[in-house]
């Protein structure tokens, strides 16, 4: 469902630093600089160097949520990179008149958008709020007016379309059609209001109390501007607030990392909210004083409340934390063992949600399906999905196939289809020996049996979570 450009820039990483899960930290950790850096920018355009700090300082914080999987490099995180460079182009554009940055501004957005379909947000942040600024131009400016809103609506147009149009010289295009609007469309109309809001208030909390200076900090951002009249900026961060809230409620899902697309104007607005405080409790060098102590003191407390992941958790503790007994920790042993056992030409299969072990493994997929979720929605397309990855699986005839008996790497509904399921058992069963059994016993103990140790091991996991690993038989 993902637009093309988020592939190009792990692409990007991996081309810098290495196909390796490392490699992909150091590209999150960069991303989050550079979205610091634009943040520090944007915030000084509106209201000097101590709001961009201080934004900054906020959005760095916010960026280390264990809540908000902060660890991991989400798309999310490409979407915000591209917005935040964008805010700070439209920002130097409005002000400057510049219709070459404006032009900037969209083809950031823009990029923002092609990073996840989310991103449209952003896109249509900067188009209201130019429309917006530029309203108020005297009528004699009116023709410049709208060559600045053209020159920012041809440079987001200019990046989408040549996208479409690489995608189009690939003979992708039904493709890109069928995944990014015919399914995704179905997938984004999937929960109702009702329930997203149910969701929306069971989540929110969890964002919030960790950082929960921050975003008071926020909300006083947000009055400050308002009691002091300031059109211009209440209209900005009050616009972005609104249109970042969108962006993270399509589809109503309202998960975890959705939240992340709040962060900009979150620090954003933290940073205003930061120095109208400190000014109001002293003036001058105490001013500053003041305001170092209260931006300190807000970060301070958010990592003093996620102290146990950030520094004193190991990988597999913050991994078991975060992600419950989902067989990441698992997955390197598992594609430990696929890597000895294969050629680099070998192409293998994951019957689960599980792609970190094709990443692991260096070794092609041998479906296109590296997610099975879409196969147990509720929507047209399921059954198509589930009989394309059974005709792939068996036409690649791998050498190896992963079986993921873990709820979690399925989400299996009460109205899914198993067709999936019965083929899997079959298939495995006729052409297939059991040569791994990875046995997640507790958050703390797995059981790993290999070859002639796992023909006959059966799972005694309390939770019923387990991996099989099956080899081919000869005949086949």
Request: charged letters at 15%; one cysteine or more.
């Amino acid at each position: 469902m993902r637009y093309p450009a988020v592939f190009g820039a792990y692409a990007i990483i991996i081309a810098a630093f290495g196909d390796t899960h490392t490699a992909i930290h150091w590209g999150l950790l960069i991303l989050n600089g550079l979205t610091a850096v634009f943040l520090f920018l944007s915030g000084r355009r509106l209201g000097g160097d101590a709001v961009g700090l201080a934004a900054a300082v906020f959005f760095a914080t916010l960026s280390l949520g264990v809540f908000t999987e902060g660890f991991s490099a989400n798309s999310e995180h490409f979407v915000i990179l591209f917005a935040s460079a964008g805010l700070w182009f439209l920002l130097r554009g409005v002000e400057l008149r510049e219709r070459l940055t404006l032009a900037g501004a969209g083809a950031c957005f823009a990029m923002a958008f092609l990073m996840k379909q989310h991103g449209v947000a952003f896109l249509l942040f900067g188009g209201l709020f130019l429309c917006g600024s530029e309203w108020g131009r005297r009528p004699r400016e009116r023709n410049a007016s709208v060559a600045r809103v053209g020159f920012f609506v041809g440079g987001a147009a200019f990046v989408f379309l040549s996208a479409v149009a690489h995608i189009t010289a690939t003979g992708r295009l039904y493709d890109f059609y069928y995944w990014t609007w015919g399914y995704a469309s179905q997938y984004a109309s999937a929960t109702p209001l009702g329930e997203g809001m149910r969701v929306l208030t069971i989540q929110l909390p969890h964002v919030v109390m960790p950082m929960v200076f921050i975003w008071a900090l926020a909300a006083a951002g947000l009055f400050s501007a308002l009691k002091r009249k300031e059109i211009y900026l209440f209209g900005f961060l009050a616009g972005l607030l609104l249109l970042s809230f969108l962006a993270t409620s399509i589809g109503f899902y309202y998960r975890p990392h959705y939240f992340r697309l709040l962060f900009p104007a979150v620090a954003l607005l933290g940073g205003v909210g930061a120095c109208a405080l400190a000014n109001g409790l002293a003036s001058g060098r105490r001013g500053i004083v003041a305001g170092i102590l209260i931006v300190a003191l807000a970060a301070g407390y958010s990592l003093i409340h996620e102290r146990a992941i950030l520094f004193q958790s190991t990988p597999v503790e913050a991994s078991r934390a975060i992600s419950g007994g989902n067989p990441f920790p698992e997955s390197l042993v598992v594609a430990e063992y696929l890597s000895d056992h294969t050629e680099p030409g070998d192409p293998i299969a994951v019957l689960g949600s599980e792609p970190q072990i094709y990443f692991y493994t260096k070794r092609q997929a041998a479906t296109g399906h590296i997610y099975t979720y879409q196969l147990m929605e509720d929507h047209p397309f399921a059954l198509d999905m589930q009989n394309q990855l059974i005709e792939e699986v068996e036409g690649a005839n791998p050498k190896f196939v992963v079986w993921v008996n873990i709820p979690t790497s399925w989400l299996i509904r009460d109205t899914s289809d198993l067709h999936i399921i019965e083929w899997g058992e079959t298939f495995l069963r006729d052409r297939y020996q059991q040569v791994g059994l990875v046995d997640i016993i507790s958050p703390t103990r797995t059981d790993y049996h290999w070859d002639e140790a796992a023909r006959e091991a059966i799972p005694v996991s309390p939770s019923g979570y387990f991996l099989t690993i099956h080899r081919r038989k000869e005949i086949f």
